[in-house]
């Protein structure tokens, strides 16, 4: 056990580890803990000779030296942000797809990716604006537009051109981000929405 492992009550305790991840099981702890991912990040520098990439991996480390995989506080509340912005859909969106469509996992990683990059999903029961995804199953994708708060889309308080501009803008910015995270972007409609299918 190297100087920098705690342990507690007879076992090391979590914390972010350094995984070298050669892609022939789940990796071997060379250093750790640290007490954040920003840390272990910028100590993976040290292993660039590693056999597989080094990355960071929160978990518990085990007696025998393995670590069990554990979500980190941040990841708990990413993954609940993420659900209060999916609870943004409207009621029924997806309504008639079975659990396991592949429709319904690509809302839910547009979702994790435009809430990464700081883009919110419109709130179909208020007035704010943001992203907006429909599942199109006949189209093997989701139509990704967005819609400006009320007082730009519906109340005009700067007039019809200004929100048709700031929606093409948006609809470019949208775009670009999915097509940067691999995802496959085509124009869909005239209101410069895309409809977006993952990568073949």
């Known amino acids: ?21 050669d892609g022939d099981g789940p990796g071997r702890v060379v250093a750790g803990p640290f007490p954040d991912r920003a840390e272990a990040g910028w100590a993976a520098g040290a292993y660039a000779d590693a056999a597989g990439e080094v990355r960071p991996v929160h978990g518990t480390r085990r007696n025998d030296g393995g670590l069990d995989r554990r979500p980190s506080s941040q990841e708990r509340a990413w993954l609940a942000e993420l659900g209060r912005q999916l609870e943004r859909l409207p009621v029924g969106w997806d309504e008639g797809l079975p659990e396991d469509d592949p429709a319904i996992t690509l809302v839910v990683e547009l979702g994790a990716v435009l809430l990464e990059a700081g883009l919110p999903l419109h709130d179909s029961a208020g007035v704010t604006g943001g992203a907006c995804l429909t599942p199109a199953p006949g189209l093997h994708g989701v139509v990704v537009s967005w819609r400006g708060h009320d007082r730009m889309s519906v109340e005009q308080v ?43």
Do not use: K, P
Request: proline content about 0%; glycine content about 10%.
């Open 1 to 21: 056990m190297s100087s920098n492992e705690a342990v507690i009550e007879g076992s090391i305790h979590s914390g972010w580890w350094l995984v070298d991840d």
């Open 158 to 200: 700067h007039g019809a051109v200004a929100d048709d501009v700031v929606q093409q803008v948006m609809n470019r910015a949208l775009a670009d981000v999915l097509r940067l995270h691999g995802f496959a972007v085509d124009t869909f409609g005239a209101a410069g929405g895309h409809v977006v299918r993952w990568a073949s």
